[in-house]
């Protein structure tokens, strides 16, 4: 069993920063795929990031490509996501998610979830 616990979520104007913190606890591995999904009201729930167990690999959605950036420290059993150039959409309970996937994209692919923390961005 994987517990995982988000923090880092508030509110920021638009073209600010942000940085979510994920911390595990229980069994983890370092081949477990750790990824950010995010969920606006009345929405679906949506990739955002994914990284590699090593984390040498990432994978962005095009939405965010470019402005957030995913990192993990393993010895600290934590992944980071850094959001940058916020913008109003972005608004979302972000999910932290891990599991050992093969198509990263896929929300229902992953095992273990988090409760999630609020972002929102104002105009």
């Known amino acids: 069993q994987v517990q995982l616990v988000e923090s880092g979520g508030g509110l920021v104007q638009a073209g600010g920063s942000l940085r979510l913190s994920c911390a595990a606890s229980g069994r983890t591995a370092n081949t477990y795929i750790m990824a950010w999904l995010r969920q606006a009201p009345g929405k679906d729930r949506e990739f955002v990031a994914a990284?590699?167990?090593?984390?040498?690999?990432?994978n962005y959605a095009g939405s965010v490509n470019g402005r957030f950036t995913i990192s993990r420290d393993n010895a600290k059993n934590t992944v980071y996501l850094q959001m940058r150039s916020l913008k109003p959409e972005d608004t979302a309970v972000y999910y932290c998610a891990a599991g050992r996937v093969v198509d990263t994209v896929i929300p229902y692919n992953y095992d273990y979830w988090g409760q999630g923390t609020q972002v929102t961005v104002s105009s």
């Open positions: 990284i590699s167990g090593s984390g040498a690999s990432t």
